[in-house]
Every structure is written in C-alpha cells, then in structure tokens.
C-alpha cells in the first residue's frame, strides 16, 4: 500500500486511519475531536487546524516525513525539519551515534536510513563485507541489498534461507506499517534474487534468528538488536536506526575479539 501524497489533507486523513484500522469514533475519541468533525474532516466539508491535524497524526503514528505531508495538503506550514546527518545542527546527535558505534568495537554495528542505506559504521564491519562486488560497496549502500545479493554477502552466509526469511518478513511489516514506494521498490528487487535452497523451518524452542557467516577467521554466529531515538522531533533522526550484532557463542566473541578492526578499503563511512 502507498498513501497518495497528492491527495485532500481529508483524504490522506482517513487512508491512514483505514491503513491503521481505526473506526472514525476510535480515531475521534483518541483524538479529542468529535466523530462529526473527523468526518467532516475527512469528506472535505470542513478543515483542520494544525493543533488538530498534528493530533490525529500522534494518535495515527504517522512518520514525521508524513505529517509534514498532511499539513502541506492542508495548506500549512511543515512542523518538521529534515537536515542530512551531516548538517551542524545534527552535530550532536551524530556525534552521539558514532560514540555508540565505536564503543560496541570489536563487534560489528552501523547506522541506517528509512531505507536501509548505511549511514555510519564501525570498523568492525570490515570482515562482514569483505569480498562483495565493488559496486554494492559505491555509497550509498544498502545493507540489504549488499546482505542479500548474489555477489554481496550472500554466498558467505550459512542459512541464507533463513536470513532472508528474517530480513525480507521484518521489510514486509516495515512496508506494511509505513508506507513507502522507496520500501516497496526495494522488497521487489530483494525478492527477485535466487535462492536456491529449500526454506528453512527454525527449531520449536529458536527465540532468535541469527545470522551465521563464512569469514577467514571461521564460523561466525551472530544475533542483531535495533536502537532507534526516543523522541525525535527531526526526520532524519527520526527514520535512523543503529543495527547492533552481538555474537551468539563463545567462539563468536572470541573470534571478533581478535581481528584487527582496521578500516575496510571500501568506501564506507566510518565512526
């Protein structure tokens, strides 16, 4: 599904609700507006100010880059700002997100947009990418596509199946929860790669899916957490994730713990 951005502020209004699967009464009643007054928001006989329209987006958990969305179709001014990652004013927050990174040394973790594309990382990923096609590896890079691609991760990971049963199920609930023909375009191009192995069926008693990758310094089994800001009140920040791996074993850990976390030759942006 992709939410018209053309659309009457109204329109938009009542596809995330229906997206959200929320009665006009419910979303009414969250909202603190009367049923009367969101329908008539909707049909367009009457329009919302913005402490209204920024209320139902709260109650509607639309993104950030959304509700800027609404009230531009609304005719008022955006109530968020976007600033690359880079920007001054994003200093702290960057500078807080490399801390992060390089301090989960000498385990692999990076920084990812809305889209998977890789923001930052720590040295520790260098072995994770080694061997993939040079251009997987030209910014920007998406971590997704570079995981799952025949001349990318993919040949080195053990249960690929698995992996990417766990990658492309968690983009479909990502899609499916917000709205994007970014999103949408890039499931299609990762569904799209061969995968010649039969699916794989975790075990009754998995509380994980790990990713288990060939590497020079053997096997490697590792399990990912996701980090993301609290409260937000800018896009960027509000659409980056730190991707976290942890080793799964002890030999995991101490096989990290040896390698040299040396800056990777390929044109990634480091902590």
């Known amino acids: 599904m992709t939410i018209a951005s053309a659309a009457p502020v109204g329109v938009l209004i009542r596809d995330w609700r229906t997206h959200r699967r929320l009665s006009q009464m419910e979303l009414a009643l969250e909202a603190g507006i ?8 909707e049909t367009g006989r009457s329009q919302p100010g913005r402490a209204t329209l920024l209320s139902l987006a709260e109650v ?19 109530a968020y700002a976007e600033r690359s990652l880079d920007d001054s004013a994003l200093e702290p927050a960057r500078q807080a997100v490399a801390q992060i990174l390089r301090a989960h040394e000498p385990f692999p973790a990076i920084a990812v947009d809305r889209h998977w594309n890789l923001l930052l990382a720590n040295r520790a990923v260098t072995p994770l990418i080694a061997g993939a096609a040079d251009h997987l590896l030209r910014p920007p890079v998406n ?3 570079l ?21 492309l199920a968690r983009l479909r ?42 590497t020079p310094v053997g096997l490697l089994s590792l399990i990912s957490t996701t980090t993301i800001f609290g ?6 920040l509000a659409e980056l994730a730190l991707e976290s791996f942890f080793p799964a074993d002890a030999a995991t850990a101490a096989a990290l713990r040896s390698l040299q976390v040396n800056p990777s030759p390929v044109p990634v942006q480091f902590a």
């Open 34 to 41: 009367s049923p009367r007054h969101l329908s008539f928001v």
């Open 173 to 214: 609930r990502q899609a499916a929860m917000n709205p994007s023909a970014g999103l949408d375009a890039l499931l299609g191009e990762l569904e799209s790669y061969p995968c010649e192995e039969a699916p794989f069926e975790a075990p009754p008693n998995a509380i994980v899916v790990p990713l288990r990758l060939r």
């Open 231 to 236: 409260t937000p009140l800018e896009i960027t």
């Open 143 to 145: 971590v997704l596509w």
């Open 147 to 167: 995981s799952l691609h025949p001349q990318g991760v993919a040949p080195r990971i053990e249960n690929l199946p698995e992996w990417r049963a766990h990658l």
């Open 60 to 78: 509607l958990e639309v993104p950030l880059r959304d509700r800027n969305r609404l009230l531009l179709a609304a005719g008022l001014a955006p």
